[in-house]
């Protein structure tokens, strides 16, 4: 029974949301959304994959969730950027080497929910905690959603470097739980099913424009519905995001002069 109703939770109509970066106590909540009644609602296809409890709940901790609760505070939409080191044993205060966001998922079709939590996302780990070489996204070319939501409205661009995208698979399959669903073989060549997209200082500005045009909207709209949700911008303030920072960033301006505290 308690199954049944936490997945009628997340697919039911909120009235409001709120955009957040995740904290250690969020963990419940965002480990919610992997219920198997809930999981199988929302990604019915099995596009996300299993990471390692470790790699996840480090980046849960450390605030690399992005996401939109309701007013009952379950967690709608989450993306996760896991900040991996190359070395299994990094120097203290070594820069990891890859940032790779995944976990993408929501229970909001039709609202674009994971446009808006991926730019807050992306923008703020790129601002705050940006990696040693790229901040990259693997996606099965099947995954038609995702592919559309990354590279044509967020405008993140396919990885075209060969070396570097074996690099990235190798130090980046250290989250992946299942061994079967590791990318090792299947990022380069005619025989690939999933392609790495990267977001770097040339895709900020159109994730910027995008951050924005949902703020000025004040929320999510369904087109096919005419329904809109507000949401609660506030964290983005909070974390140093302000406006002036986003229009700076949307208008070109040189990320590097736009660093946030990490």
């Not at 969020?26 to 999981?39: G, H, N, S, T």
């Not at 009952?72 to 070594?94: E, F």
Request: charged share 25%; net charge neutral; hydrophobic share 40%.
């Amino acid at each position: 029974m308690a199954d049944r109703e936490k997945a009628a939770d997340n697919v039911s109509h909120p009235k409001s949301l709120k955009l957040e970066f995740s904290k250690a106590a969020d963990y419940d909540r965002v480990e919610a959304l992997f219920d198997p009644a809930v999981k199988q609602k929302i990604d019915p296809h099995g596009y996300v994959i299993k990471r390692l409890e470790s790699h996840f709940h480090k980046a849960v901790d450390e605030g690399a969730a992005g996401m939109l609760s309701d007013e009952n505070k379950h967690v709608r939409s989450l993306t996760v950027a896991y900040r991996v080191h190359g070395s299994d044993t990094p120097a203290a205060g070594a820069p990891h080497d890859y940032t790779e966001v995944g976990t993408s998922m929501t229970g909001l079709p039709g609202y674009n929910a994971s446009r808006l939590v991926i730019a807050a996302l992306a923008i703020r780990e790129w601002l705050s905690h940006p990696p040693k070489f790229l901040l990259v996204a693997d996606i099965k070319k099947e995954n038609g959603a995702s592919v559309k939501t990354y590279r044509d409205a967020l405008g993140w661009r396919p990885l075209t470097n060969k070396i570097l995208a074996t690099h990235a698979t190798l130090v980046t399959d250290k989250t992946v739980a299942d061994e079967k669903n590791k990318a090792a073989n299947n990022t380069a060549g005619e025989n690939a099913v999933s392609e790495w997209f990267v977001c770097d200082n040339s895709t900020l500005a159109t994730q910027a424009k995008v951050l924005l045009a949902f703020m000025d909207a004040g929320g999510i709209f369904n087109k096919k519905t005419n329904d809109f949700i507000p949401v609660d911008f506030s964290v983005l303030e909070n974390v140093g995001l302000t406006r002036k920072k986003l229009e700076s960033l949307a208008s070109g301006a040189n990320p590097q002069a736009l660093r946030l505290a990490a």
